[in-house]
């Protein structure tokens, strides 16, 4: 490890230093610990006795090479404090942790898994022009062995199989997998992390992740893995004041903390900025995963994400080293923000002034659509323009749109249970609002659960309710996902979201009606969508298309086979010149190909 480097916060592989590797000498173990007045390792291979650590390199590491450390053994270092006493702590860059609540390092070797992904890394790319349709899941509640058991997940070798065929089945091309860095506390989902390099121990050992995204490639999905580089958990057993001193988090309190009560990192140290980025390169190098979402991106750019309190310069200078560098390193990853404030360019290149993600979630356009879905239909002609508003600002980022895990908890209802009206009601609302985003540019995201209306908010301590698919409005509400899902994956019109000639509005004044029709151009065919979003049937709706086209219906949300009202091979539109007429029943759809 070049130690300037780590200084100025330009290192992106201190985990080839720091952290417990073995070798044929057994295990050699290093950690930073600068304001320490000594060091010690302890664990499985001393009978937890104390094995005193030497000073290394510029005398602020500690090192310790042991002949009985092997993989498997837990560890910690005793780390002295000028002050007086002693703390254990796992070790930062330690690359496997025990299981909750044990809060012991594991000895892991994250060498040993060869990779047989080559073809799909060579050909991967950033998604800008293609296809790109995200199943988000929790590993520990897509699916369970049991809801009784605190510890009754599945490996991540024991799931791989079933999860792939699935996302596959029903036309997801990327799987996003929220936090699996270690953490203490199942219901912080990973977000409050006391392991950055280690994957949690809930779901198995490092090879069994690796073999999971390997699986993944080999069957043609791409793997984003949830990654956090503004806070960590307050646990003393981990980073917090890990030398005795705050060496990760600010010297002040009044900034130390965040609204999640947990601790910020210090960006303005060359260490901690090589800690992050360091962490952030081992996901993408060691685990072959294809992006990374970073989460809470708003509390970098503003202090504590309080805009009235001023951008945080120094965080904001590591967010564009960062990314500079993981894109130099890994050009075809993809590098999203979940970022919910305004800053200008944050999905511009670093050369020219932005921030340097590859996308941002647009949480604009998530909260605005499922605010009009929950209107009553008497107001959205009120509310009409709240669904033509983020195409005002779409082309300023490169957007994803996100309906999320944090949509579905917390008292907040899931989405399909969002949609006004009793139970029934619902259903096709919902049909209907996954076809306009489908259709609306950026790319897509959608939650575990809610590809089949789930009703039930989601709680991580339970599988998903599989048991739901023996009613037929929620087997077929899944079926219908399926086939929303294979035509976004098979028209290339529905895949250049960032080129402005793509999209117009053939309708966005029919706000009486409740009705919108949106078109996406290729040379290939255009598509075009048709809703209507009131409760009223909308009889004789007319729509010029222009002259010397031929329009092929792909899917109507209405139909009977997706319990609907129209019998399969039903027809409610007529084709003539250049006009289209169609009766739209209530809270429904239609999506067209359209030819020359």
């Excluded at 349709?133 to 024991?158: A, P, Q």
């Excluded at 912080?188 to 992740?209: C, I, K, N």
């Amino acid at each position: 490890m070049d130690i300037m480097k780590f200084y100025r916060g330009d290192e992106f592989e201190a985990y080839r230093y720091l952290g417990a590797h073995t070798c044929a000498g057994g295990t050699v173990f290093r950690t930073y610990a600068p304001n320490a007045e000594k060091v010690s390792v302890i664990g499985d291979f001393s009978g937890w006795e104390e094995l005193p650590m030497k000073k290394i390199l510029d005398g602020r590491f500690y090192g310790l090479e042991v002949a009985e450390a092997k993989e498997g053994m837990r560890y910690k270092y005793r780390i002295y404090e000028k002050k007086g006493g002693f703390t254990d702590h796992c070790d930062p860059y330690g690359f496997g942790m025990e299981v909750r609540p044990g809060t012991c390092s594991v000895i892991r070797n994250i060498d040993g898994y060869e990779f047989s992904d080559g073809e799909w890394l060579s050909k991967r790319t950033d998604c800008y022009d293609k296809p790109m349709n995200i199943y988000e899941v929790h590993l520990g509640s897509w699916k369970r062995r049991s809801d009784e058991d605190s510890e009754g997940w599945y490996s991540y070798s024991e799931i791989a199989d079933e999860l792939i065929a699935y996302v596959r089945e029903f036309g997801y091309n990327y799987i996003e997998l929220m936090p699996l860095s270690e953490h203490p506390c199942d219901e912080s989902w990973g977000y409050q992390s006391t392991g950055f390099f280690a994957p949690t121990s809930r779901y198995g050992v490092p090879e069994e992740l690796m073999e999971f995204v390997d699986k993944c490639h080999k069957k043609g999905i791409g793997v984003i893995v949830d990654f956090v580089p503004v806070h960590f958990a307050v646990d003393h057993y981990a980073l917090t004041e890990y030398d005795g001193t705050k060496l990760y988090e600010y010297p002040s309190d009044d900034i130390g903390y965040n609204e999640w009560g947990s601790r910020n990192f210090n960006h303005s140290k060359g260490e901690v900025r090589s800690f992050i980025q360091s962490a952030a390169d081992y996901w993408l190098s060691v685990y072959h995963f294809d992006g990374l979402r970073m989460d809470a991106i708003r509390n970098m750019i503003y202090w504590n994400g309080d805009e009235s309190r001023g951008e945080n310069r120094n965080a904001l200078d590591f967010i564009r080293t960062m990314n500079s560098g993981l894109k130099f390193r890994h050009p075809s990853a993809i590098i999203a923000a979940e970022d919910s404030s305004a800053y200008p360019k944050v999905t511009a290149p670093v050369s020219e002034g932005g921030l340097g993600f590859d996308y941002k979630w647009d949480l604009g356009w998530m909260h605005d659509t499922l605010d009009y879905f929950r209107t009553a239909p008497m107001y959205r002609s009120r509310d009409y323009h709240k669904l033509t508003f983020s195409m005002l600002y779409f082309y300023n980022e490169k957007f994803i749109l996100p309906l999320s895990h944090d949509e579905v908890v917390h008292g907040k209802a899931t989405v399909a249970q969002k949609m006004n009206g009793q139970y029934a009601d619902k259903f096709p609302q919902a049909r209907a609002l996954y076809m306009y985003m489908m259709v609306h540019p950026g790319k897509k995201l959608n939650f575990m659960g809610s590809e089949f209306a789930q009703l039930r908010e989601w709680d991580e301590k339970r599988q998903q309710d599989w048991d739901m698919l023996k009613y037929p409005l929620h087997d077929s509400f899944r079926e219908y996902i399926k086939a929303l899902n294979s035509i976004y994956l098979k028209y290339d019109a529905l895949h250049y979201d960032y080129d402005i000639t793509n999209f117009q509005w053939d309708d966005c004044n029919c706000m009486e009606r409740c009705i919108y029709a949106v078109r996406r151009k290729s040379e290939h065919g255009d598509i075009l969508a048709v809703f209507n979003f009131s409760d009223w049937f909308q009889f004789d709706y007319s729509l010029r298309i222009g002259k010397g086209y031929s329009l092929k219906l792909l899917l109507d949300s209405d139909n009977q086979i997706y319990s609907g009202t129209t019998p399969d091979g039903g027809t409610k539109f007529s084709y003539s010149s250049d006009t289209v007429n169609i009766d739209i029943p209530p809270f429904s759809s239609m999506m067209f190909l359209v030819t020359k």
